[in-house]
């Protein structure tokens, strides 16, 4: 378990929390981290840029030492509760 993930809590809200967060700091606070919490639409669907997407996955890469592959689709970069549990599987 990396320290961030144990500082919040090492479930997978407090690391929900912790990505809506990231998230919105991406967006350059467009969106809230409550926004992102709250919705269950996609993160394009939010307004979430490429821009944003690429600082997101730096933040989560350098915070979780979780590689995010742009390969393959990569489903879990556009879906909040699929990014959640793809982190949620690599830093448990």
């Avoid at 990396?2 to 690391?15: E, N, P, R, V, W």
Wanted: aromatic letters at 4%.
């Amino acid at each position: 378990m990396t320290a961030q993930h144990a500082a919040d809590g090492g479930g997978a809200s407090g690391l929900a929390a912790r990505l809506a967060g990231m998230i919105s700091t991406a967006c350059d606070g467009r969106l809230t981290a409550e926004e992102v919490l709250a919705s269950g639409t996609s993160l394009s669907a939010l307004g979430v840029t490429s821009l944003a997407l690429l600082r997101l996955i730096d933040a989560v890469e350098d915070e979780f030492d979780v590689a995010l592959d742009l390969g393959g689709g990569a489903p879990y970069l556009d879906s909040f509760p699929l990014l959640v549990g793809y982190v949620d599987a690599r830093t448990s």
